[in-house]
């Protein structure tokens, strides 16, 4: 994940020339140190794949470049408190989004595969790190001028739910398969993007109602 070497799916893939090397180095480590009983058993890559080991998306090695990721968004924040001047907080916003973006591009080759580090969110492979990092320094720089700067919107309905994330979460978790958030879909794409397009909404209206009683969740 860090360095060269497979970083594919395993399984099917290739020809089944690497059908236990499912996650490269990040699974091969979780299945020593972790055992394959502890590790989260359905996978994308087994039901796309055939896959028959395990593969843990938030595992050893991709816990230390989620940390890397914290680290970069802690640049944000500080950027916010040091500076005072919405100039000077957006010019280096950008700065790290064009680092970071090259940086990811120069990783993974400007390629989707056949690369030294492809852009992987499976593995949380540095390259994916930088590239949603520049992401978001980006449209972080965007937001900002549009509504703190300008006060030409508002953030809503966004907001809402942000205000109430950890119930947000909790409550997709319990309520996932549950009507009226779930039902049934016959291998559409349209049926399911309706659902989940409902199902987002209906917790947008739910922490929407929460924000004007004045309940938040927090720990």
Known sequence: ?????????????MNETYYNCTGGAAGYIDRIILSENHLYQRGAAKK??????P??????????????????????GKTLITFSKWTSRVARWCL?????????GALCQFSKEDCLIPINKNLWSVSYILAMSASAYVLLSLLYIVIDVQGWWSGAPFFYPGMNSILVYVGHELTHGLFPWFWLCYETHYCYLFMNLWA??????IAFVLYRKGFFLSV
């Open 96 to 104: 790290w989004g064009l680092l970071c973006g090259i940086a990811a």
């Open 200 to 205: 987002t909404s209906l917790w947008v209206f």
């Open 55 to 76: 593969h843990d998306p938030e595992g050893i090695l991709g816990s230390i470049t989620s940390i890397f990721l914290v680290f970069l968004g802690l640049q944000a």
């Open 1 to 13: 994940m860090i360095i060269g070497g497979y970083l594919g799916p395993g399984g099917l893939a």
């Open 48 to 53: 796309m794949y055939h896959t028959l080991v």
